[in-house]
């Protein structure tokens, strides 16, 4: 009899359907930290950049339109030197965040 046909419908013992698990790994020997910094709210239309301090580097970033915003965001990205997180509201205000990491 073919596998396939010897199988359908069956249902395998638990043991047969489980994978062996990879040992833990290691602890790491240096932890990283990640903090969020915020830019300064920008002007109606202008940009808001959020840069990380010395030491930290970019991971990601993002964007809070002010209640005074009304439209899309134009723009929202790292900044040209990769050191903090960019945004533009099309109309109205934004506020960039930058989402920096460190390892201590």
């Known amino acids: 009899m073919h596998v396939s046909k010897a199988l359908s419908g069956c249902l395998l013992p638990a043991a047969v359907v489980l994978v062996p698990l990879l040992p833990a ?56 030197d990769a050191t903090g997180w960019s945004a533009q509201a099309e109309r109205g205000s934004v506020v960039a965040f930058a989402v920096c990491e460190t390892e201590d």
């Open 25 to 80: 790994a290691a602890p790491a020997s240096a932890a990283e930290t990640a903090e969020v910094v915020s830019g300064p709210p920008s002007t109606p239309g202008g940009v808001s950049t959020a840069t990380c301090r010395p030491g930290t580097h970019l991971t990601g970033g993002g964007y809070r339109l002010q209640p005074d915003a009304d439209g899309p965001v134009r723009a929202s990205g790292p900044t040209a």
